[in-house]
């Protein structure tokens, strides 16, 4: 049995991919997830079966439609790579359950991530239910796998939320603007509903180093990093937290 969950998280990896893909483009412009047909950016024709399979459509046609030759965004490509490295990624960490279950959590949050990236912007629709999800897994997972604890995820959750919700009240009031956007304090509660509050450390650890890295690699492509400029911080967040579901909190 636990190949099989290990398979579905591998499986389902490129159609989770594929209706994130849609997500990042609906969900900022406010549109309907579920009504309505997805259509070519180019000549507005709506896709069918066959323009719509994860990967293979992408690689065979060519990234063109079919009707017009307009080019497909690489990004939707590159996001069902993501995510199906994540269902690989998880089955080799995990077994059972737990693959899957990691799978979702890494799927989730790669959602987050994209739309915080391009759009700066970390929506209570998805990190309030992340955070939700988080403490019924928890609570589930604790009858199956000894190292998970409903009380240290709840704990988590509400430290995640308090230290950076406090942390941009201190900014707010020292600087007279804004340092953290309103979603980063609910974001950090729910990733600490998944992780518990002991990784919380290590997820701000990952997410400083890459967003350190993101700043070094556009001082060197770009031989300058303005003052004000503003950095995604729920997207290095999302990573961290990968990285601590992952391997575990630092030193432990």
């Not at 989770?16 to 997830?33: M, N, Q, Y």
């Not at 919700?165 to 304090?185: C, I, K, S, T």
Request: proline content about 6%; some cysteine.
């Amino acid at each position: 049995m636990d190949h099989l969950w290990d398979l579905a998280a591998m499986v389902l990896g490129p159609v989770a991919g594929s209706f994130i893909g849609l997500l990042t483009l609906r969900l900022p412009a406010e549109k309907a997830v579920v009504a309505g047909r997805s259509a070519c950016g180019s000549c507005g024709r709506t896709l069918g079966p066959i323009d719509l399979v994860p990967i293979i459509s992408f690689l065979v046609l060519r990234g063109r439609c079919r009707a017009c030759g307009g080019a497909i965004p690489r990004r939707y490509l590159a996001i069902e790579l993501a995510c199906l490295a994540i269902g690989v990624w998880s089955a080799a960490a995990f077994a059972g359950p737990l693959a899957l279950l990691s799978a979702l959590f890494g799927w989730w949050l790669l959602l987050i991530a994209v739309i915080d990236a391009e759009h700066q912007w970390l929506p209570d629709r998805l990190t309030l239910p992340l955070g939700a999800v988080g403490l019924l897994a928890g609570l589930i997972l604790s009858r199956l796998y000894p190292g998970f604890s409903p009380v240290n995820q709840l704990i988590g959750a509400a430290a995640g939320f308090l230290s950076l919700w406090l942390v941009a009240l201190a900014y707010r009031r020292l600087r007279g603007r804004e340092g953290l956007g309103g979603g980063d304090p609910r974001l950090f509660g729910a990733i600490g509903a998944w992780v518990g509050w002991m990784g919380l450390p290590s997820v701000l650890v990952w997410a400083g180093l890459a967003g350190l890295s993101v700043v070094l690699a556009t001082w060197v492509l770009r031989r300058s990093v303005a003052g004000d400029q503003r950095l995604p911080f729920g997207t290095f967040l999302a990573a961290g937290a990968w990285l601590v579901w992952i391997f575990g909190p630092l030193g432990v």
